[in-house]
């Protein structure tokens, strides 16, 4: 299982300062805070507007203190994310790269994506495919149409000569503003996993928006525990919320419960996975669960 931290944000705040003094420092300090709350990715967003050059020099001054790990480079634009590649090669600079995200609907591949999907064979980076061009704005696509628009990109992006890791976003929403499309997300999973073609993948601090912090805390939990269990192999999620960390691992079996909200997470999993609505948290796990649990399985 791998744990990305949730997006340092370089477009807002002290980071946004910080990259535009060219000012290393605050950007170290926020990685290794990721790193020793249990990141194994760093997410480097740039923004709707940020440019090739920003996040190759965010690389390049993140490298060396961090020499193994994975970063994962983050803009809107195919533009963007190929120009970055390409002046991280050009830097001979030594990285594990990721490109986040190459968004894709049911057609063909336009120019900018194919020429994403050749600087990453050109670099050897990875791929994050995120079929979100598949909704339409006031009419959900099903997760059949989410799970085929991705696998094909996948495809597509391995016939360009893509080797390194390609990563199916599943699409997490949060259950607050978008209950449905927050289910989708776990089935989408499903479907994923039955026939993968990558690794599967969900952003789960996208599920706690819109919501005051505890309860924010115990649907990032419930839910990252179902994601694993329906196939996710990656997970987008802010490592600090060591509650949600360890939900995963209980999960993933690498911890055991210690009280009877963990023993449920713990179990929650096989309901999820085979696409039934798992039953309700007992009394004794609290009312902060059932809450979360409301949220995501009743709508």
């Known amino acids: 299982m791998l744990l990305v931290g949730q997006s ?58 961090q020499p193994g790990l994975p970063l994962w480079l983050d803009a809107a634009t195919p533009e963007a994310l190929a120009g970055a590649l390409r002046e991280c090669a050009t830097a001979r600079l030594p ?24 600087a990453c064979a050109r670099t050897g980076a990875g791929l994050v ?15 059949h149409a989410l799970a085929e628009a991705a696998r094909a990109a996948s495809r597509a992006a391995r016939s360009a000569g893509v080797a390194g890791p390609v990563y199916l976003d599943a699409l997490a929403w949060p259950p607050a503003s978008d209950p449905a499309r927050c289910a989708r997300s ?58 949600t960390v360890r939900a995963v691992r209980l999960a993933t079996g690498e911890a055991f419960p ?22 309700p948290p007992p009394a004794i796990a609290g009312p902060a669960l059932r809450a979360a649990w409301r949220l995501l399985f009743e709508g």
């Open 8 to 65: 340092l944000l370089l477009f807002r705040g002290r980071l946004a300062r910080a990259l535009a003094a060219r000012d290393a420092a605050p950007l170290l300090a926020a990685a290794r805070a990721q790193v020793e709350a249990g990141a194994e990715a760093l997410d480097l967003n740039a923004g709707r507007h940020g440019r090739a050059g920003d996040l190759a020099w965010v690389a390049a001054a993140l490298r060396p203190a």
């Open 186 to 243: 776990l089935a989408t999973l499903r479907l994923l996993r039955d026939a993968a073609e990558g690794v599967l993948l969900v952003a789960v601090g996208n599920v706690g928006h819109g919501l005051a912090p505890d309860a924010a805390r115990e649907v990032r939990r419930l839910y990252a525990a179902s994601a694993v269990a329906a196939g996710a192999g990656a997970l987008i999620l802010p490592v600090e919320d060591t509650a």
């Open 258 to 279: 210690a009280d009877p909200a963990e023993s449920y997470l713990a179990t929650v999993g096989a309901a999820v996975a085979s696409g039934e609505q798992p039953h």
């Open 129 to 143: 495919v995120s079929p979100r061009d598949v909704d339409a704005r006031d009419m959900p696509a099903t997760a």
């Open 95 to 118: 990285s594990i790269l990721v490109a986040n995200a190459l968004a894709v609907g049911a057609g063909p591949l336009d120019v900018p994506a194919l020429a994403l999907l050749e």
